[in-house]
């Protein structure tokens, strides 16, 4: 099992700035991919960023040139830089594992608990 701590969400005014991170832990034999979701009232669950093993990584159309994802592998850890904030950001941000956990090498999908990032004057 593979439990996921986030942090950094909170309020920001608009154009501010956010950092959010996660930390996965538990029987964790590797990780496939890290990434970041986000949803608003009323909206389906969005794919905001995300990084794979070898460090590519994906953005939502909407988080390009102002987010920015990083992983530590050493320590299981995944970051979202959030700049230039909008109010339209405003959402609960859910980081997202894909991990390997066992010998007989299945990925499964783990959710943390998520995060509200409110974005507001």
């Known amino acids: 099992q593979v439990q996921l701590v986030e942090s950094g969400g909170g309020l920001v005014q608009p154009g501010g700035s956010l950092r959010l991170s996660c930390a996965a832990s538990?029987?964790?034999?590797?990780?496939?991919?890290m990434g970041w979701y986000r949803q608003a009232p009323g909206k389906q669950r969005e794919l905001v960023a995300r990084i794979v093993t070898g460090g590519s990584t994906n953005y939502a159309d909407s988080a390009k040139g102002r987010f920015t994802i990083s992983r530590d592998n050493a320590k299981n850890t995944v970051s979202l830089q959030m700049n230039s904030l909008k109010p339209e950001d405003t959402a609960v941000y859910y980081c997202?594992?894909?991990?390997?956990?066992?010998?007989?090498?299945?990925?499964?999908?783990?959710w943390g608990q998520g995060t509200q990032v409110t974005v507001s004057s």
């Open positions: 538990g029987t964790i034999f590797s990780i496939n991919a």
């Open positions: 997202n594992v894909i991990a390997v956990t066992s010998t007989r090498g299945f990925a499964y999908n783990y």
